[in-house]
């Protein structure tokens, strides 16, 4: 959506999929008592808004294509495949570190610990999160700049992301 020129409306999508998020989090899991089965509906429910609203604006573009011939299907998978297993991979290894730590610290430092440690992880996270968002903000412009060969803007946006 980004690289369609829809910054805004990438956001707007975010946004109500992670309030959908909330909302049914706090009607599944709290009122419902669903547990971590309703806190997994909700997931859904979010995601599932957000790709909506992608897809809509897609559509609306006249940029959603899918031209997929039954016979190419396996190397298409295969390629997702590929290119999803790094990200799935920096995903999943943060959890499995968390889920480490707090087991650690529940051994040998308690309940304080884990709570101190969720503490210093939130901050980190914060930050994390920042980093992560002038890096996505700037890769797209730094991408154009340099395919334009105009080293002086580009210049402009790796400074101004530093």
């Known amino acids: 959506m980004r690289n369609y020129g829809g910054a805004v409306c990438a956001m707007v999508a975010m946004v109500s ?3 959908t998020n909330v909302i049914f989090d706090y009607i599944l899991v709290w009122n419902l008592n669903g547990g971590i089965k309703g806190a997994a509906i909700a997931t859904i429910f979010g995601e599932g808004i957000t790709a909506v609203i992608a897809i809509v604006y897609l559509l609306y ?3 959603f294509t899918l031209k997929i011939s039954l016979n190419k299907i396996k190397n298409v998978w295969k390629s997702i495949f ?3 297993l790094a990200p799935f991979g920096l995903s999943l290894i943060p959890n499995i570190s ?3 730590i707090n087991w650690f610290s529940a051994q040998y430092g308690g309940e304080s610990a884990i709570a101190t440690y969720a503490c210093v992880s939130y901050i980190i996270c914060i930050v994390y999160l920042i980093l992560q ?3 996505d903000g700037s890769q797209p ?3 154009k700049y340099y395919g334009e060969r105009d080293f002086n803007e580009l210049h402009k946006v790796n400074k101004l992301a530093y």
């Open 61 to 63: 573009k006249k940029s």
């Open 82 to 84: 590929k290119v999803g």
């Open 17 to 19: 999929g992670f309030v």
């Open 98 to 100: 968390l889920v480490l």
């Open 141 to 143: 412009l730094m991408s």
């Open 133 to 135: 968002g002038v890096g």
